[in-house]
């Protein structure tokens, strides 16, 4: 086992699990924006680690040396950690956090579903976001992963058909699928010329995806607010440059012509004049930088 337990829960009410494990797709960090609430709304405890010498390469993940005066003061090294906390509800939660294995995934996938296991784990969920051709000004809509027909037939969100690199998520998808635990990926969509900087509408959007797949409570308060002011520069922004604006009443009216089941508009990052969405998303950057 690499998996230590400093304060294993008992008697738990049909916990769930919630999983994001950084370093695969989390555009405009949505994912980790919510895993964040999570965490601090739910008071969630650490309750156990993975061995970290098994599962990270720290070549690639080196520990931060803070420095005072040029004495080492401390390492600061990444984990990947089980915590346990509680909803509005007082629903339990189990989370998985931390960087996403560089090694040994089978076992690491293997070792995650046996905690899930005894820890009585009745659902789970992974998280993460994709950068997509939609406009800041219209909520983040929500695709889907599982292997679970039941979970496919169950559930509103958008579901896709190609083939794409898996996450560790995905293992998981099938292993605890095999232990008969429900386990789904939750992918909330990010407007492609906001996909590099930090983006609460789609964190806020996981967070009610939680509920609308795992009936969890979760109020978001801060990073609601967060949404409302980044909403705010991003509308200002748009609001003046005209090619600015046409591009969004572009992306306006593909979006709103898909949820009307109007016939497939070509949905490419388009081009307006001279500016594309990725010059786009580095003005977006620059003016949010020179924000407070």
């Not at 156990?48 to 931060?64: I, N, S």
């Not at 995934?105 to 939609?134: D, I, M």
């Not at 705010?232 to 572009?250: G, Q």
Request: charged residues 20%; hydrophobic residues 40%; contains cysteine.
């Amino acid at each position: 086992m690499t998996i230590t337990w400093n304060n294993k829960p008992s008697a738990l009410t049909n916990p769930v699990l919630i999983v994001y494990l950084g370093g695969w797709i989390d555009s405009g960090g949505a994912a980790q924006l919510a895993v964040d609430a999570l965490l601090e709304e739910c008071e969630a405890e650490p309750i156990a680690a993975f061995d970290d010498d098994t599962y990270l390469d720290f070549r690639a993940r080196r520990p931060t040396m803070k420095l005072v005066e040029g004495r080492n003061t401390i390492l600061d090294w990444q984990h990947i950690v089980l915590s346990h906390g509680r909803d509005r509800i007082g629903r339990d939660i189990i989370i998985a956090h931390g960087p996403e294995p560089d090694l040994a995934w089978h076992r690491f996938v293997a070792e995650l579903t046996q905690a899930a296991g005894e820890l009585g784990v009745r659902t789970c969920a992974h998280l993460g976001a994709y950068p997509f051709a939609c406009p800041h000004t219209r909520p983040s809509r929500l695709s889907m992963t599982t292997a679970s027909e039941d979970l496919l037939a169950a559930l509103p969100f958008l579901r896709s058909t190609l083939d794409v690199p898996g996450g560790i998520g995905s293992a998981l998808e099938h292993s605890l699928h095999a232990q008969d635990i429900p386990t789904l990926g939750i992918w909330a969509q990010v407007p492609h010329y906001a996909a590099t900087m930090p983006y609460p509408a789609a964190g806020v959007a996981l967070l009610d995806g939680l509920n609308t797949a795992l009936d969890l409570v979760i109020d978001g308060t801060d990073l609601r607010s967060s949404m409302v002011e980044h909403r705010e520069r991003l509308d200002k922004l748009v609001r003046d440059n005209p090619e600015h604006a046409m591009m969004l009443r572009n992306l306006e009216t593909t979006h709103d012509a898909q949820l009307a089941d109007e016939p497939q508009i070509e949905l490419s990052p388009p081009t307006i004049g001279n500016i594309s969405a990725d010059e786009l998303s580095e003005q977006v950057e620059r003016f949010l930088r020179g924000q407070d």
